[in-house]
C-alpha cells in the first residue's frame, strides 16, 4: 500500500508544497498522540487553570495552535499563518511560497468527552519581497492549492486534496506514517441525511425552517422521503461522515446575533471543507453563492454553510 509521501511524489505537487505537508500533517501525528494522552498527560481543562503540580494548564486547542505554529514557522516555504487561536497573522519566511490558515483544534468541545475533533487546513501559493500581511490571505477560496483536514477519531486520518480529486489515508502507528486506504472519493449527488444544530430552528430564516420541516416530514411532506438526522458537533466530523456516506451538512445565518454572518469561519472552516467537498462532486454554498467565490474581508470571518450532496443542496437553496 501507498504511503503519503510516495502518493505526493508520484503527483504533480510541487516539491515545496510536498514539504509543508510533510510538516503539517506529521505535526499533525504528534497532535494525535497528546490528544491520546488525554487527562494522563495533565492537558485536560481550560487555559488558565493550573494542575495538581501548580503548572499551568493549557487546552489542547491551544497546545495544537502552538505545535502547528512551531513547526510552520520553521519551514522555509511557509510564508505566513492564520490561525483560529492567532488573533492577526503571523509572518514566517518572506522567501517563503505558501500561506497556511487552520484551525489547531476544530470541535473542541468534544475534546472533554473524548469524541470527534480535528485540524482543518488551507494552503494558498502566493510570493513577495515584503513580509506577508493580512491583506495578503484575503485570497477566494477557489485559488487553494491544497485544504484537508486531520480527523482524530478512533483511528487518526488524513484526507487530502491538491486540486485533482480527494483522497484519504489512515495513520498506521506501526510505520509511523499515513497510508493510502480511500483512493478518488466521491459523493453522491442524493441523501436522506442531513446534519444540522436543530436546537437553533426559531432562529433560522423562515426559508430554512420551511426546508428542515420538509425533511422532518419525510414520506409524509413534499419530498416524499424519509430523512435520518446527524450531529458530531465537530464540523470535521460531518464532513467526514458525509465524504464517507454521503448527507448535507448546514450551519446556516440565524438571528441569534444577526451581525454574524454565520458560526463557521470562512479561511479555515469553510473554504477548506468547500475545496473538499467540490473535489469529490459534492457543493457548498452560503445562502446566495458558492463558498469558493467569496472574495474574504477579514481572516476571522464568518459564513453560513450548505455542504454536500450536489441535489440537496440545490434543493436546500431553492426554498429561497
Ligand atoms: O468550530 C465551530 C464548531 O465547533 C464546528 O466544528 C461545529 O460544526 C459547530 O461549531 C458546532 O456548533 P454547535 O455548538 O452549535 O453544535
Ligand atoms: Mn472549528
Known sequence: MQNLTDVLASSAVPETLQTVLTVTTETCIAISDALKQGSLAGILGMAGNENVQGEEQKKLDVISNDMLKDALLACPAVRAIASEEEDYIVPANTDGEYLIAFDPLDGSSNIDINAMVGTIFSIYHQTGDQPATEADFLIPGKEQVAAGYVLYGPSTMLVLTTGNGVNMFTYDPTQGTFVLTHENIRVAQETQEFAI?????????????????DLVKGKDGQ???????????????????????????????????????????????????????????????THTQRILDIQPEAIHQRVAVILGAANEVDTCLSYS
Open 197 to 213: 444544530n436543530m436546537s437553533n430552528q426559531r432562529f433560522w430564516s423562515a426559508n430554512m425552517q420551511n426546508y428542515v420541516n
Open 223 to 285: 419530498r416524499g422521503k424519509n430523512f435520518n438526522m446527524r450531529w458530531v458537533a465537530a464540523m470535521v466530523g460531518d464532513v467526514h461522515r458525509i465524504l464517507c456516506r454521503g448527507g448535507i451538512f448546514i450551519y446556516p445565518w440565524d438571528n441569534k446575533d444577526p451581525s454574524k454572518a454565520g458560526k463557521l469561519r470562512l479561511m479555515y472552516e469553510a473554504n477548506p471543507m468547500a475545496m473538499l467537498l467540490e473535489q469529490a462532486g459534492g457543493k457548498a454554498h
